[in-house]
């Protein structure tokens, strides 16, 4: 038994996305089926829609910053009840059963965790759709409870940019005392500043882009510095325990090596690939400084994230818009032309 869903979906690389109805299966036992009320754009679903990656296998139904309500649940649901609000991120399953999964890290799982759109289920091996759609049927081991009071749209970018950089700032213990910089000022980058700034460290935003500061600091940055600058760079010579770079494209990271502290950490948050220029390794070996990277979050780092903002009324920034709109989105996104998420209301869908 399945039931029959509407969405949008991409056909091929070069296909505007467009309506499309689709099959959900049946809740399993341990299934939640959820009502989608609003759903983020990440560059992810852009990147996938038009196999940047080269691994989209069309028909593509984006979207993994779901928000939804509780329809119904199976049989040996105990954890969500019907009308409950809930999230689904980037995961809809791993094996459970390696290394990773055990340790509450699904998203490093040894087999790859299933994702939400562009994977295959593991039990049924159908092709998962995304949020992008009335419905989605998820295991309740990666449904995610939303906390009473958190605006639902605003929180459904914390189901990736929130979590993306919750991350590395919980695993290298950001906090008071703790000097931690952003580098960028976007979808992920305003999150980092907002949730480093809660978590009690001192804050600064790199950027490329004169005239951010005001924004920077509403957001939660305590400073500013402009990395083409060659006097503002060196201010700030090793000062830093964490860098969260945010860039999604290939870029220098050289220039902000000498401002992390001993024994600090530079972690890429946003950008995948082979990096050019090369890492000069001097500063490294001079410093017990590391180059590393994060890759969203697990199934309970993410409720722990969604808690805490729920405790300091953290949401991303957005612009709310209607399905009809989502190509003029990823236009304006690809322009960097939004502040700082797009977040679809699944209701235009019966428009």
């Not at 290394?99 to 509450?104: A, L, S």
């Not at 305003?190 to 978590?199: D, E, I, T, V």
């Not at 001079?286 to 300091?312: N, P, Y």
């Amino acid at each position: 038994m399945t039931m029959n869903v509407r969405g949008y979906a991409a056909q091929s690389a070069k296909d505007a996305l467009a309506p499309f109805r689709f099959e959900r299966r049946d809740a399993r036992a341990d299934d939640v089926v959820i009502e989608i009320l609003y759903c983020g754009v990440c560059h992810s679903d852009l990147h996938t829609a038009r196999n940047d990656w080269g691994d989209s296998v069309y028909p593509v139904v984006p979207g993994h910053e779901v928000i939804g309500r509780v329809a119904s649940v199976g049989a040996q649901v105990s954890r969500f009840k019907a009308g409950d609000h809930v999230g689904v991120g980037c995961m809809v399953d791993s094996c459970r059963q390696c290394d990773p999964c055990r340790q509450g890290l699904e998203q490093y799982c040894a087999q790859f965790p299933t994702l939400t759109y562009n994977a295959r289920d593991r039990h049924d091996h159908r092709p998962t759709y995304g949020g992008y759609s009335e419905r989605i049927v998820v295991s309740e081991q990666f449904v995610l409870k939303l906390p009473d009071g958190l605006d639902p749209a605003g929180a459904a970018p914390l189901l990736c940019a929130g979590i993306t950089t919750w991350s590395p700032l919980r695993h290298w213990k950001a906090g008071k005392g703790s000097k931690v910089a952003v580098v960028g000022l976007g979808g992920l980058g305003h999150m980092a500043l907002k949730l480093a700034n809660a978590l009690g460290a001192e804050v600064t935003l790199f950027t490329r882009s004169p005239g951010k500061e005001a924004d920077a600091i509403r957001l939660g940055a305590h400073h500013v510095v402009l990395s083409t600058d060659a006097v503002q760079m060196e201010s700030v010579a090793g000062q830093f325990d964490l860098i969260i770079d945010t860039v999604p494209y290939v870029h220098d990271l050289n220039p902000y090596l000498p401002t992390l502290s001993i024994s600090g950490t530079l972690v890429l948050v946003g950008y995948l690939g082979p990096l050019d220029p090369f890492v000069n390794s001097v500063p490294l070996i001079m410093g017990r400084k590391s180059v590393a990277g994060s890759l969203i979050g697990g199934i309970a780092e993410t409720q722990e994230m969604l808690d805490f903002c729920g405790q300091h009324g953290i949401t991303s920034d957005i612009e709310i818009i209607k399905m009809q709109e989502i190509n003029a989105a990823y236009e304006r996104m690809l322009k960097s032309d939004v502040k700082y998420r797009f977040v679809i209301d699944m209701a235009s869908l019966n428009a």
